[in-house]
């Protein structure tokens, strides 16, 4: 993905997330999209199955480069239960280790909601090898405290 929106160019996109959180995916890439001009943002990349966009993912970076963090990683609900987000993470794993082969980990962060879509997140980021690291966070643009979590990237078994 290197310019447009993609959530208008493939609108399956908007239905990875509730309302709340699409809106804030869709910023996030469009913002991601407009940096790439600028340097290196890491990775943004979209999930394809028989030639149809199914997801997104990538990877971003904060305070190192050494420690990216996952970009707003989903698929479409149609195709989810059958591995396509291991094999996606799988993926942007093998562009970190290929791009940053020192790298060590990759961090994301879970909104703590109290409704099914923040208790069944965390479950779906811990079966895929993430644990909790570091305290809440909280940022001006949203409402709830994100926990962050990590994935040790020597050991993940995409």
């Known amino acids: 993905m290197t310019r447009g929106n993609p959530f208008a160019d493939h609108p ?7 309302a709340e959180f699409a809106v804030i995916a869709e910023e996030a890439a469009q913002e991601a999209v407009a940096q790439m001009p600028l340097g290196d943002i890491g990775g943004l990349y979209l999930v394809m199955k028989d030639g149809q966009v199914i997801g997104i993912t990538g ?20 195709e989810r239960r059958n591995g396509y987000a291991r094999l996606a993470l799988g993926l942007v794993v093998e562009r970190i280790k290929a791009k940053i082969p020192h790298a060590k980990g990759l961090t994301e962060l879970v909104p703590q909601t ?29 409402p ?14 995409g």
Not at 61 to 74: F, I, Q
Not at 114 to 142: D, P
């Open 12 to 18: 399956q996109l908007r239905t990875i997330w509730p």
């Open 114 to 142: 109290q409704t099914a879509y923040g208790a069944g997140i965390g479950k779906h980021f811990a079966a895929l090898g993430f644990e909790k690291s570091g305290e809440l966070e909280t940022y001006y643009w949203s």
């Open 59 to 78: 990877f971003f970076y904060v305070e190192s480069v050494d420690e990216p963090y996952l970009r707003w990683h989903g698929i479409v609900p149609a």
């Open 144 to 157: 709830y405290a994100w926990q962050p979590i990590r994935l040790d990237i020597q050991r993940f078994a």
